[in-house]
């Protein structure tokens, strides 16, 4: 009889009876993803569009979910048909410099983005417990840089799951607020568009915290994780039986979890707006000022429980940042990649990992003004997911990169409409500052 992974969401091979995966099972790359979508930084951007605009932006989360799961999709669809990573493929099809420039491109947001996260998360204990920011900033890039390194592949993968359960500190802290139905249920299904440069600065963030090109990068790279976790695997070019069950539990893991993704973004908009922008406090630029400012309208616990909410998403989003950089570059390199080898295996991977946790601890511990920073790591996101998402969507589209499985239909008009949207509001937002 042959030898089933049993432990394999996807189920066993065409060849023994399937059984129903249990939900558990199938989320993964998709529900970490979506979790880390929500990091110090988009909560800080999110806040900051509750506070300024009140109810005004919450269209963009209804808006963006169809948007962003056919991205995530077809990013994950990427990794699981070739083998390969973003940049792997990018390296197999495309020239040099266009690799060069995209890896650079995301190198940069990533580690600003980090580097911003860290910072955010040491504000949120100091929040909650006496002691210097910049002990708290050593102490959280040692255990992110400990997680990554040290532990195996199934370990860290079972811990960063288990940090999603932090956002629903942003469900408790909802629920202790009085809200506004029917002014929510106008703005959130009629989207409401101003032509100001601040407006639609912050419409760019926040789809630039919702659609980051580190979540396309670090979404593949799992899928390719997953191939070598889970013994019966194949790429999907060498072993097309195996695409039905694979496409489907991309979809069902991707949607769930950039449902979960947003829904946690329109809490954290709704309950901004229902107690900040209603006390005329309209300019809430980082995370842990967010929770401060949430304490005298919304009471100890929900301030307690935003402030806990930050520090968990944190410690989930700062290894993806580190991470997908660290795929990025190895397979551009084309270096051993993967958290399924061994660190002496993978020395030049592990040590981007390493070496990208320090340069942003090292950002958050200057000058640099922290609120700017994570504000602006969302805006610098939204431009630069332009050009990528193009590029992704060239090669999902290609049956000489995706042999059987290339992007079509529906998919492939929501991918292109998103990259459309993308690429709009970037524009619009350029024109307003000039």
């Known amino acids: 009889m042959a030898k089933v992974d049993s432990d394999d969401p996807e189920g066993p091979s065409p060849t023994i009876p399937a059984t129903k995966p249990r939900l558990l099972q199938v989320l993964g790359p998709g529900l970490i993803t979506g979790a880390s979508d929500d ?77 911003a996260d ?86 760019v963030a926040v789809l630039g915290t919702t659609i980051s090109p580190y979540l396309f990068f670090w979404q593949a790279a799992e899928e390719v994780e997953d191939i070598h976790a889970y013994p019966r695997r194949k790429s999907l070019r060498k072993a097309p039986r195996q695409g039905k069950a694979a496409l489907h539990r991309i979809e069902l893991d991707t949607m ?29 630029q980082t995370s842990a000022q967010a929770a401060e400012a949430l304490r005298p309208f919304a009471g100890e616990f929900a301030f307690v429980v935003f402030s806990l909410g930050i520090i968990g998403t944190g410690m989930l989003a700062v290894p993806v940042l ?18 399924s080898r061994r660190p002496q295996e ?3 991977f592990y040590g981007t990992i390493a070496l990208a946790t320090l340069i942003g601890m090292a950002m958050s511990l200057t000058t ?38 290339p992007v079509r239909g529906g998919l492939r008009i929501l991918g292109w409409g998103s990259t459309g949207v993308m690429g709009a509001a970037v524009i619009a937002m350029l024109a307003t500052s000039l």
């Not at 449902?259 to 300019?283: E, P, Q």
Request: glycine fraction near 8%; aromatic fraction near 12%; proline fraction near 4%.
């Open 256 to 284: 769930v979890g950039m449902a979960f993704s947003n829904l946690v973004a329109l809490a954290i908009m709704v309950t901004t707006a229902a107690t900040l922008n209603l006390n005329g406090i309209t300019d809430i």
């Open 368 to 405: 640099i003004n922290p609120i700017k920073a994570l504000y602006w790591a969302a805006v610098l996101n939204g431009v630069i997911a332009v050009p990528v998402m193009v590029i992704m969507m060239l090669m999902a589209s290609r049956s000489d990169i995706m042999g059987r499985f």
């Open 118 to 203: 860290l910072g955010a998360m040491a504000d949120a204990v100091a929040l909650l417990l006496p002691g210097p920011n910049w002990a708290y900033i050593l102490v959280f890039s040692g255990v992110c840089i400990y997680m990554q390194v040290f532990l195996q592949y199934t370990q860290y993968v079972a811990i960063l799951k288990w940090l999603t359960v932090a956002l629903f500190a942003y469900f408790a802290a909802f629920v202790t607020i009085h809200v506004e139905w029917g002014s929510l249920a106008r703005y959130l299904f009629v989207p409401h568009l101003e032509w100001r440069k601040e407006y639609l600065t912050t419409v």
């Open 39 to 115: 990091d110090p930084s988009g909560i800080a951007t999110y806040s900051q569009a509750g506070a300024q605009f009140g109810y005004g932006l919450t269209w963009a989360m209804l808006f963006t979910y169809p948007l962003m799961s056919a991205v995530q999709i077809i990013s994950a669809r990427v990794g699981r048909t070739t083998g390969h990573g973003i940049a792997g493929v990018l390296r197999q099809h495309y020239p040099n410099w266009l690799l060069q420039t995209i890896v650079v491109l995301l190198l940069v947001a990533n580690t600003i983005n980090l580097g």
């Open 346 to 348: 993978a020395k030049a």
């Open 322 to 339: 580190a991470g997908s950089a660290a795929y990025a570059i190895g397979e551009a390199r084309k270096w051993p990649v993967g958290f």
